[in-house]
């Protein structure tokens, strides 16, 4: 419905607890935090800026136009980074901490993509390749290399990772963990096939070495796997 809504969580019986509601724009399509900011990648409307200072009265304090189609937000250390139907962009706070544009790299539209350390890794589904980019200058973040994933005719559902591994939700084709070690050639080095064989997995999620992923093919259920260190 178009709005961007805060909750509190009961720790005790891990309850939601209604806060607060900002009606933003329609087409609301993904959303990252940072501190007291939420970002909210909202299609043709742009990017809003949400104050979540206190979730009790959140506020939209602005939004940004003229990006194209924003499909996915990261946010690490103030650097926003965005998906759109045209690039890869990034915009970082500029005089008095408002966002301004740095570089961006034109490419298919996207949507999943991960920030870790100084790259970045975009799942583009119309090449269904894997893109390393080195964001180390936000201003000309540059392109290392592609990497052709297992086929999938629902690929890069979603993209997690941790130091130098990579975690792709790849749709019908599986699971793979993928080695970043060297970013400008990226190697599968596990996959789901072995335990999951013809499983689908849709979304991922990352905490620690615990990795928590849904398997919609299999009676719609989450599956925990430990990432090993090697």
Request: proline content about 6%.
């Amino acid at each position: 419905d178009g709005r961007i809504t805060s909750y509190s969580i009961d720790l005790v019986n891990f309850f939601l607890i209604f806060q607060d509601a900002e009606t933003l724009s329609a087409d609301l399509r993904d959303i990252a935090v940072d501190g007291n900011t939420a970002y909210v990648a909202a299609g043709a409307s742009g990017l809003h800026v949400v104050n979540v200072t206190n979730p009790a009265v959140i506020t939209r304090t602005s939004t940004i136009g003229a990006l194209g189609q924003v499909s996915g937000v990261v946010v690490r250390n103030g650097i926003v980074y965005l998906a759109t139907d045209t690039a890869f962009r990034i915009m970082k706070p500029g005089a008095g901490g408002a966002l301004e544009s740095a570089g961006s790299i034109a490419l298919p539209a996207f949507v999943r993509f991960t920030v870790s350390g100084s790259i970045a890794f975009l799942g583009i589904p119309g090449l269904n390749r894997l893109i390393s980019v080195d964001v180390s200058n936000p201003d000309a973040p540059r392109e290392l290399g592609r990497f052709a994933m297992p086929a999938s005719s629902s690929p890069f559902r979603a993209i997690e990772a941790s130091g130098p591994f990579i975690y792709v939700a790849h749709g019908n084709a599986g699971l793979f963990a993928v080695s970043a070690e060297n970013p400008s050639a990226l190697q599968v080095i596990d996959s789901s096939g072995p335990d999951f064989p013809g499983a689908t997995f849709d979304a991922i999620s990352l905490l620690g070495n615990r990795l928590a992923a849904h398997t919609p093919s299999l009676n719609t259920k989450a599956q925990l796997f430990r990432c090993a260190d090697d």
